[in-house]
């Protein structure tokens, strides 16, 4: 997902858990979120008295700054930021203690309740996702930020009929053109993806933000792929990370792309300083394989122990990259297929799709990979890579 894809509403995830973009997104372009911040009328003012030599991650620190909403909330989104650009969930730790004050007192605080939310659909804990933001929505009806992230939520889930109707709701309170982008981009997953498709590519970007151009690039991107345009894709890829350099989830597609390509040594380039971001240490590892790179072994020690701590913690935030990693890197096939079955019941992501089938493929159980044909059939879903990967022609 491209997000808030997640993505993926922010997409995301890397797992369009996808963490997805559109509520990344929205989490840093809507003003009216944080629009009753409060700002110091005097730069003298201290806000918050620190000990010699702490830092951000001191737990005073975020102590002292959780005691106050109008300084909790942006401290706690900004962590979320950085844990999506940096890959490193501790962030999401930091954030969650910041929060914890204010979705524990009674009521709880519904910009509070769309924060942490945000972060359990970063760890994948979807239904528990969904049932804070339908609190926070009962307080706050109006909240733009939870009707994208609900939306997000649930097209990871392949609820699409629920997720457009959150972006319904989410276009009657938000800008014309980023209310587009959220239906168009449900619309394009169920049935309509040629509309879809031409409906975002005619959406002028004057006066969008940076980050409001790149979702509308990376959904574009993405139904270009699964129209089979990959000249088309890569320029919208391009495009996108022009105008956000630092979204892993673009970067991640685009890799795929030159991945599907064979460019790998241009997939080594595009990664090269990401390691630290596990879906992207996973493309950098298929490409180090395919080009024979002595950077592998250290990729892949590198992988296994984040798939092994993450497995330590009762986690599975990407189990599809591990799905991935054990069928194109180390070409361990039942494995691959195991994993990519336990992701399938957790999203319904085309990728999702996609990797089953593979999976399923190549350990010689096609029929395994019914469950997400069978959703695809269903949904509409339009997809050429997994026409071709399930080898059922046009």
């Known amino acids: 997902m491209s997000q808030p894809r997640a993505h993926g509403v922010s997409r995301a995830r890397v797992s369009r858990a996808r963490l997805s973009c559109a509520a990344l997104l929205a989490l840093g372009a809507s003003a009216a979120l944080w629009a009753s911040a409060y700002v110091p009328a005097d730069d003298k003012e201290v806000l918050a008295h620190l000990s010699p030599g702490t830092t951000h991650t001191s737990m ?47 009521p709880p605080d519904p910009e509070a309740l769309v924060l942490h939310a945000s972060i359990l659909q970063s760890r994948h804990s979807f239904d528990a996702a969904l049932a804070e933001l339908d609190q926070a929505l009962r307080a706050r009806p109006d909240d733009v930020q939870a009707w994208l992230t609900r939306a997000t939520v649930l097209r990871v889930l392949g609820r699409y009929r629920e997720a457009a109707a959150a972006c319904a709701q989410f276009a009657q309170r938000a800008d014309a053109s980023v209310s587009l982008i959220c239906e168009q981009s449900i619309a394009g997953l169920a049935g309509h993806l040629q509309s879809a498709y031409a409906a975002l590519t005619g959406l002028s970007t004057q006066g969008m933000l940076d980050p409001e151009r790149a979702w509308r690039d990376s959904e574009l991107g993405e139904m270009a792929v699964r129209l089979g345009r990959e000249t088309d894709a890569e320029r919208w890829f391009r495009e996108g990370l022009a105008c956000s350099p630092q979204d892993s989830y673009l970067r991640a597609a685009y ?34 394989k395919q080009e024979h790179d002595p950077g592998l072994s250290r990729s892949a020690e590198l992988l296994q122990a984040a798939f092994a701590a993450e497995a330590e913690r009762g986690e599975a ?49 096609p029929q395994r990979a019914q469950p997400a044909l069978e959703f695809a059939r269903t949904q509409g879903l339009r997809d050429v890579r997994l026409t071709a990967a399930a080898g059922t022609g046009s």
């Not at 494995?335 to 999203?347: G, S, T, Y």
């Open 60 to 106: 005073q620190v975020r102590q002292q700054a959780a005691a106050r909403a109008d300084v909790a909330l942006p401290l706690a989104q900004f962590y979320i930021s950085r844990a999506r650009a940096s890959g490193d969930l501790r962030f999401l730790g930091y954030a969650e203690a910041v929060l914890k004050r204010w979705i524990s007192q009674s």
């Open 255 to 288: 890799a795929d792309l030159l991945l599907r390509q064979h460019r790998s040594a241009e997939v080594l380039v595009l990664l090269e300083g990401q390691e630290s971001i596990e879906p992207l240490l996973l493309r950098l590892a298929i490409a180090q």
């Open 317 to 365: 935030v990407h189990r599809r990259e591990q799905a991935r990693f054990l069928l194109e890197v180390q070409d361990r096939r039942q494995e691959a297929l195991a994993a990519a079955l336990a992701n399938w019941a957790v999203q319904h992501e085309p990728d999702d799709a996609l990797i089953l089938v593979k999976a399923a493929r190549a350990a010689d159980a």
